[in-house]
């Protein structure tokens, strides 16, 4: 299985954005890059995923490099809320299989 | 739409007691996963099912975990017996495609 490596936490003052690097040297062809948060006490959430093209939704972008070895979550405005585990992850499409990593804590700062 | 449902959400039993999880996927989602989560660290997929087959369970400890999804629907998944060491969060989730979902986890404390 494909791994990812994430930095263990970040810091970010509110209203500022945030940059969540993520490193998956060994992608496949067939691999999407998915992004999911855990809030405290809670189970994780989807929060985007891309294959090749920069994405963007209402929570956040992806930034996806040329070679698809890295990808960048990027929160424009973070709150006091997006304080969250965040997981980079790489789905096989033929095997419908998530494998979390560590994750990034992120701090976000008043 | 509703959400994944589990229960129990919390649950504390002695070493070498039996337990089990329940957990009902949203409707019209073919896969469901399994997964346990220690404190401090990201989850581990226990199980993965395709409709009512098991896709991978290669990281389930067959000798103590078993787990099933009677007509591809409701899941469950049992311990028998409880060690110290599986004290954890277990996580259900299902899918329908490219997007998980997940339940809110049964907090499994053993003593």
């Known amino acids: 299985d494909a791994k990812t490596t994430q930095p263990n936490s970040m810091e970010s003052n509110e209203e500022e954005p945030v940059h969540l690097p993520c490193n998956h040297s060994t992608i496949s062809g067939t691999d999407y890059i998915h992004w999911y948060r855990q809030l405290p006490s809670q189970g994780p959430e989807y929060v985007i995923h891309?294959?090749?093209s920069n994405v963007n939704n209402r929570m956040a972008s992806l930034a996806i490099a040329e070679d698809r070895k890295s990808s960048t979550l990027i929160l424009h405005r973070a709150t006091l809320r997006d304080a969250a585990v965040y997981y980079c992850i790489l789905w096989g499409s033929g095997t419908y299989k998530y494998i979390f990593g560590t994750g990034t804590r992120l701090k976000v700062l008043a | 739409e509703a959400g994944v449902a589990q229960s129990p959400r919390y649950k504390i039993i002695e070493k070498r007691q039996s337990v089990a999880f329940w957990c009902n996927p949203i409707s019209g989602h073919a896969t469901l996963y399994w997964y346990q989560q220690i404190l401090g660290q990201g989850p581990k997929l226990l199980i993965q099912?395709?409709?009512?087959?098991?896709?991978?369970d290669s990281q389930l400890p067959k000798d103590r975990f078993s787990a099933e999804r009677l007509k591809g629907v409701d899941s469950t998944l049992k311990i028998q017996p409880a060690k110290l060491e599986d004290s954890a969060v277990y996580l259900c989730?299902?899918?329908?495609?490219?997007?998980?979902?997940f339940g809110p986890g049964t907090r499994l404390t053993v003593l």
């Open positions: 989730a299902s899918s329908s495609w490219n997007e998980q979902f």
């Open positions: 099912f395709q409709n009512n087959g098991v896709v991978d």
């Open positions: 891309g294959l090749t």
